[in-house]
């Protein structure tokens, strides 16, 4: 007596990782894709919206998995979470900066040094290389803080 193949399970369900025992609060990863799923819908680099209004329209989606998850005892993947989303927010902003001079002007306003404003400006093509390197040092977590993006760990 064995499975039929449909019912066997597959290598990728047998390599599948859960952040917790069932029933102990933790996030299983089928969670987290929803998420990620709507945050680039409400994050997309290609509508004319500022960073301060993409985030307005982030803030209450953010909230809402936070009171949802709150719970939940997975910090790492929250961490994660967070980090991602800072990461889409300055690729975001770098995009809408467009230009070399405009990205030099910019980042020399925020008080990036001039070695940072030039080697960012120098890769203005290669917005989410740039957001996850040197300009993690200008847009930093403070920085977002005060623009209102709210933190899930």
Same mark, same amino acid.
């Given at each position: 007596f064995g499975l039929s193949r449909r019912h066997r399970p597959t290598k990728a369900a047998a390599r599948r990782l859960f952040h917790g025992a069932p029933g102990t609060g933790a996030l299983p990863p089928v969670q987290v894709p929803p998420y990620v799923d709507h945050?680039? !819908?409400?994050?997309?680099r290609s509508v004319g919206r500022s960073v301060e209004q993409v985030v307005q329209g982030l803030r209450p989606y953010l909230l809402g998995w936070k009171a949802y998850f709150g719970l939940a005892q997975t910090p790492k993947v929250w961490r994660e979470l967070d980090e991602w989303m800072r990461h889409? !927010?300055?690729?975001i902003q770098l995009k809408h900066w467009k230009r070399p001079a405009t990205m030099y002007r910019e980042l020399k306003a925020l008080g990036a040094g001039e070695t940072v404003a030039r080697r960012v400006a120098a890769n203005s093509r290669h917005w989410w290389?740039?957001?996850d390197?040197?300009?993690k040092t200008v847009l930093t977590i403070a920085y977002f803080d005060r623009l209102g993006v709210p933190r899930l760990s």
């Open positions: 945050s680039e !819908l409400l994050t997309r889409r !927010l300055r690729a290389r740039n957001s390197g040197l300009l």
